[in-house]
């Protein structure tokens, strides 16, 4: 089974998911807890609408013939008789959605292994807007089903236009940050892992820095369509995430950009400030 065979699946289900969440964005009912997914957030009634729809397309797939394994962000994992495997994050950015702030999305990739090297078919659409990224290994990054031309943001080689940046609460992955911080005409931080790197494959994010480890799952599919886009992506000390597991227990931190002069700038300041 192709890759590609997959796609008009999660279009499907993404379609699905956004006739059903906008529309609960920031009510009283987004806002309930029902318990701890098995990716170790806690998961509100949004999160566990948008998995239902998603095993509901899924059970469909295999009823079909194809054969593969979920990795979802609430359940776990699920058996679907084959090795391949078929990550969801329903709902990334859910408190977002939670709290009626429009950047969330829905999140699926496709893999024939269990490391980010391996995934096929990235998927992620912004439920609020539809904006629809999506690549294939080896075949490009595209946007709205055409191919991605993205505008790399310009450099002067001094300060990175615009930085984002995604970390748990705390000061001290901030502090990491620091170098870069004190390089950067903007900050942001968005709250939809996946929309961010998405926007670094298209040029709008010139650096995205994640200084303290967070879950690889949500990466995968993104990290393929910043890839095929041109972009690049180290961890935060400059090493490969390519043998990096999928898996909901693996973590990694991230420094990402379409331009390798802003990366390779981004890692100079924070090996200036090591030394
Ligand atoms: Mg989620």
């Keep these: 089974m192709t890759s590609q065979a997959w796609l008009p699946v999660f279009r499907a289900i993404a379609a699905?998911?956004?006739?059903?969440?906008?529309?609960?964005?920031?009510?009283?009912?987004?806002?309930?807890?029902?318990?701890?997914?098995?990716?170790?957030?806690?998961?509100?009634?949004?999160?566990?609408?948008?998995?239902?729809?998603?095993?509901r397309h899924l059970e469909q797939a295999y009823r079909s013939g194809l054969r593969f394994r979920l990795i979802s962000e609430e359940l776990g994992?699920?058996?679907?008789?084959?090795?391949?495997?078929?990550?969801?994050?329903?709902?990334d950015g859910s408190f977002n959605a939670k709290m009626g702030l429009p950047y969330y999305a829905v999140v699926l990739a496709f893999t024939e292994g269990d490391r980010i090297s391996d995934v096929r078919l990235?998927?992620?659409?912004?439920?609020?807007?539809?904006?629809?990224?999506?690549?294939?290994a080896?075949?490009?990054?595209?946007?709205?089903?055409?191919?991605?031309?993205?505008?790399?943001?310009?450099?002067?080689?001094?300060?990175?236009?615009?930085?984002?940046?995604?970390?748990?609460s705390g000061v001290e992955p901030r502090e990491r940050a620091a170098p870069i911080f004190a390089?950067?005409?903007?900050?942001?931080?968005?709250?939809?892992?996946?929309?961010n790197l998405c926007h670094t494959a298209a040029g709008g994010v010139?650096?995205?820095?994640?200084?303290?480890?967070?879950?690889?799952?949500d990466l995968a599919g993104p990290l393929l369509i910043l890839r095929e886009a041109g972009g690049t992506a180290t961890d935060f000390g400059g090493g490969s995430v390519d043998s990096v597991s999928v898996r909901?227990?693996?973590?990694t931190t991230l420094l990402a950009s379409l331009s390798r002069q802003i990366h390779a700038y981004a890692l100079e300041l924070l090996r200036v400030r090591v030394s």
Excluded: C, M
């Excluded at 029902?34 to 990716?39: H, K, N, P, S, T």
């Excluded at 990235?122 to 294939?136: F, K």
């Excluded at 390089?183 to 929309?195: C, D, N």
């Design 122 to 136: 990235g998927y992620v659409q912004n439920l609020v807007t539809g904006d629809e990224y999506h690549a294939i």
């Design 16 to 55: 699905e998911i956004r006739a059903t969440i906008p529309p609960l964005a920031g009510t009283p009912a987004a806002r309930e807890e029902i318990g701890l997914g098995a990716g170790g957030d806690r998961t509100i009634y949004l999160d566990q609408l948008a998995e239902d729809i998603v095993v």
């Design 183 to 195: 390089h950067a005409e903007k900050v942001r931080q968005l709250g939809s892992a996946a929309l």
């Design 138 to 168: 080896g075949a490009g990054a595209f946007y709205r089903g055409e191919p991605l031309r993205p505008a790399p943001a310009a450099f002067d080689g001094r300060s990175i236009p615009l930085v984002q940046f995604d970390a748990p």
């Design 77 to 91: 994992e699920r058996d679907f008789g084959g090795e391949p495997l078929v990550l969801a994050d329903p709902l």
């Design 206 to 217: 010139a650096l995205q820095v994640t200084p303290a480890p967070v879950r690889s799952f």
């Design 248 to 251: 909901l227990d693996a973590r």
